[in-house]
């Protein structure tokens, strides 16, 4: 019989079922692993056998299309500029191809596309419930997912309160962590570098900063914003070393803030960490690439991503995902150490 790829340069199912004699359906039911008891095993060896002569593999996008899925899971980030969610995406994605599923990445912060009046995120497809099947949204609030209708979401390291099943990172114990460190070195004037984002995450790592300090007999904290962006974070920083009584160490909510940190003091002639102790978050690369290395907080990125992944996974399944925090660790490097003039222990 000649060779069904030289009539029309991809071979078909249906010519698989005309060279192993078989119908249609049989083929079906053999390469979609459904044949036993349906067929015979002799007769489910000729078909893989024929197919993969031919070349032919299943035409996914129509089987899906018939299953009424895509096997498309949409990952909302609020920036590519952060390496935190590049470690996020490769968690979620090792999970959802381990089950046949693709992942697309959109960071509505950065590419800021039109969408429907009223919503913040837009959306990349015209018709989101037509084109995905869930949604793991990292560090953003349910209002900014309004356009995406009714499609299954999962919420990462968006708070206890997110409308959906939530993963989420134990963020306060990380600060609270870091100001109980510093505090044992001896500090007790404080400055915190915050990202200017209204998002549950930030808002628990300010509060607990804030708690920690006030605690503290002695603790003075002062604040100022930025985008997470090196040349912002430098002016937050700067900011609070002007001051007339300026901070002996900077809390950054973000490592990239603290090399901006970095830059602001040293802009200013301050040694790091002599004259000022710098402290991080999230401990991505950037951690150890700067000198000193950097004392941080470790999340464990890769781990919410393959969280978010499993709970969504079991969301369309039918499932009620638990929700719970994932531990944190703080990292103690070179760059914390007393201040110059450490106040009086009490």
């Not at 349906?38 to 299943?58: C, H, I, K, M, N």
């Not at 160490?249 to 802009?267: E, P, V």
């Amino acid at each position: 019989m000649s060779d069904p790829r030289a009539r029309n340069g991809r071979p078909t199912s249906r010519d698989v079922a005309q060279d192993a004699g078989v119908s249609q359906s049989t083929v079906s039911l053999v390469l979609g692993g459904k044949w036993h008891g349906r067929v015979s095993p002799a007769t489910a060896r000729a078909v893989q056998e024929t197919a993969d002569r031919l070349g032919y593999r299943p035409n996914a996008a129509a089987r899906n299309l018939r299953l009424g899925t895509t096997r498309t899971v949409l990952l909302v980030v609020p920036t590519l500029t952060a390496p935190f969610f590049g470690s996020v995406y490769i968690g979620a994605a090792r999970v959802a191809a381990r089950h046949g599923f693709g992942i697309v990445v959109y960071p509505p912060d950065d590419a800021r596309p039109a969408g429907p009046a009223g919503n913040p995120a837009g959306s990349p497809f015209a018709v989101p419930h037509e084109a995905i099947d869930g949604i793991i949204a990292s560090s953003m609030t349910q209002q900014a997912l309004s356009g995406f209708g009714g499609t299954p979401v999962v919420m990462l390291d968006s708070g206890p309160a997110a409308a959906a099943p939530t993963v989420d990172f134990a963020v306060e114990d990380g600060m609270r962590a870091v100001v109980a460190h510093l505090a044992a070195l001896g500090h007790r004037r404080f400055g915190h570098v915050a990202v200017d984002l209204d998002e549950w995450t930030f808002q628990a790592r300010g509060e607990a900063v804030a708690d920690a300090v006030a605690a503290l007999p002695g603790g003075v904290l002062d604040r100022a914003a930025g985008s997470i962006d090196v040349t912002s974070a430098k002016e937050a920083a700067g900011r609070l070393l002007d001051r007339p009584v300026p901070p002996t160490a900077l809390i950054c909510d973000d490592d990239l803030m603290a090399a901006g940190a970095y830059k602001a003091a040293r802009a200013r002639g301050l040694d790091v960490p002599g004259d000022l102790s710098v402290t991080g978050f999230d401990d991505v690369q950037v951690a150890v690439a700067i000198e000193p290395e950097l004392t941080t907080v470790r999340l464990p990125a890769r781990e919410l991503g393959e969280q978010g992944m499993s709970a969504l996974l079991d969301l369309l399944e039918g499932g009620r995902p638990e929700t719970r925090p994932l531990p944190v660790e703080l990292v103690v490097r070179a760059s914390t150490a007393p201040p110059s003039t450490a106040p009086p222990r009490t």
